[in-house]
């Protein structure tokens, strides 16, 4: 089959791998705890999922309007100023099938050959296949742990070039769990406004924070007309599976956006729609119950993964990943996760599967039980004692 070149180009998110590959070996007998995917264990809150089957019984099965449904952009038009001290309007919002699709979207309507898009690195493997497939150019600005997993504004400003389209930043992130502090942000946005650039925020995990609150770059003055904000329902409120993401952009941006979406998906599912509504009008207290759970776990994988001999793990200040350094172990990532599976019956992910500059470190979800994180923290321990 002689397949188009741009497929070369694009990558893949080598947790959903891994988890087939743990699942196989579940499948044979063996006993392996997850750590590798990234979704909350959580359910999704009853009465989001009420919401949903009520609509489902009042007929909410047809197409909707593909920027998604009214009371539904309205809804996150209010959720976004709010929480971003910014003012929204519903034609600034696309709902899309995840958050996914918005970093999708915008490359494909922003980027091409001959422009260059500046992306965090260690960092969700979606923007750097993504950047790929659009034919532009992946420019990876490096995230250092000593800087808590941020990067030095002049060093994003050393890489800008007369080329530079866009840049991704991604707070709190995945897999690090680091925060861009307010200072970098304003910082960043200065460049942006200079250069003339996009900004695509990824603020998926902007709920998912544990000092402090949260700060998107589009509050900056100057910042709105100038911002692609991702954020969706996957991690907030527990429905990865319910495929329900949302770009907030100036409204010529969402326009492209919405057309992209008449040409792709159509619309994002309509009783899903409704749920979406219901989660940000409704009792959040839910969504604070899980963060605190996810701070508990957090402590204890951090002072568990320091006990590992040539593991170093400084405690993330949001999302839900650990990402210890294991370089005093003097093993490559790849190798170590691959021992982890199949030695141990833990599954991780190599630092190397969020970009090159992941050498050196694993990725931990811990968003499962604190009984499966202490047996894998007994398991790791083993198999790195045993060199
Ligand atoms: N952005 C980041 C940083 C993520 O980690 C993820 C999912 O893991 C997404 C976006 C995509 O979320 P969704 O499942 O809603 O497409």
Known sequence: MKFATRMSRLGTESAFEVLARAKALEA???DIVHLEIGEPDFDTPHDIVEAA???LRDGYTHYTPAAGMPVLRQAIADYVSHTRDVNITPDQVVVVPGGKPVMFHTMMMLCEEGDEVIYPNPSFPIYESMINFSGAKA??????????????????EALVTPQTRLIIINSPANPTGGVQSAEDLRAIAEIAIKHDLIVLSDEIYSRII?????????????????????DGFSKTYAMTGWRMGYGVMPATLAQRMAQLVVNSTSCTAAFSQVAGAAALTGSQA???????????????VVAGLNEIPGFKCIVPRGAFYA???IEGTGLKSKDLADRLLSEAGVAVLSGTA??????GFLRLSYATSKDNINRALERIDAVVRKG
């Not at 000593?146 to 990067?151: A, M, Q, S």
């Not at 000092?211 to 100057?222: L, Q």
């Not at 839910?286 to 204890?300: G, K, N, P, S, Y």
């Open 286 to 300: 839910d969504v604070d119950q899980m963060v605190a759970a996810f701070r508990e776990r957090r402590d204890l």
């Open 354 to 359: 969020f970009g090159a500059y992941g050498e």
């Open 139 to 156: 420019v990876p600005i490096r995230l250092s742990m000593d800087r808590g997993f941020g990067f030095a504004p002049e060093d994003l």
């Open 323 to 325: 990402f210890p350094s």
């Open 53 to 55: 089957v009520q609509a």
């Open 210 to 230: 544990y000092d402090g609150e949260f700060f998107s770059i589009a509050s900056i003055p100057g910042m709105l007309e100038r911002t692609i904000i991702l």
């Open 28 to 30: 044979e007998g063996h």
